[in-house]
């Protein structure tokens, strides 16, 4: 399995953007997929989770409202729409996936077998 993100930039405060991971790889959909950040000096976040069917979604407190997960099993790709970006958004963002997470566990880091290589967001 292989996970490649974009739709990483550089945008103002106020302003939008969507992120992609495509997946290859996968036998199924049956896999959960969550999003996370790492700003520099800082530990890896949590930003957003959903399930395999996409009737499950998750987000950290601080996105909820702003950013919106949403999955295209079809594509196999899922997506983060971001809004209303802040300076504190800047980050590396990474997708991940597991066939096997919960409610409970899918904010979790060690939840997840597959990583992408990251995109970088950067709100100024």
């Known amino acids: 399995v292989q996970l490649v993100e974009s739709g990483g930039g550089s945008v103002q405060a106020g302003g939008s953007l969507r992120l992609s991971c495509e997946g290859s790889?996968?036998?199924?959909?049956?896999?959960?997929m969550g999003w996370f950040r790492q700003a520099p000096g800082k530990e890896l976040e949590w930003v957003s989770g959903?399930?395999?069917?996409?009737?499950?979604?998750y987000y950290l407190d601080s996105v909820k409202g702003r950013f919106t997960i949403s999955r295209d099993n079809a594509k196999n790709t899922v997506y983060l729409q971001m809004n209303s970006l802040k300076p504190e958004d800047t980050a590396m963002y990474y997708c991940?996936?597991?066939?096997?997470?919960?409610?409970?566990?899918?904010?979790?880091?060690?939840?997840?077998?597959?990583w992408g290589q990251g995109t970088q967001v950067t709100v100024s």
């Open positions: 790889g996968f036998t199924d959909s049956n896999y959960c």
């Open positions: 991940a996936a597991d066939r096997y997470c919960t409610s409970a566990t899918i904010t979790t880091e060690m939840t997840y077998r597959y």
């Open positions: 959903i399930n395999s069917g996409g009737g499950s979604t």
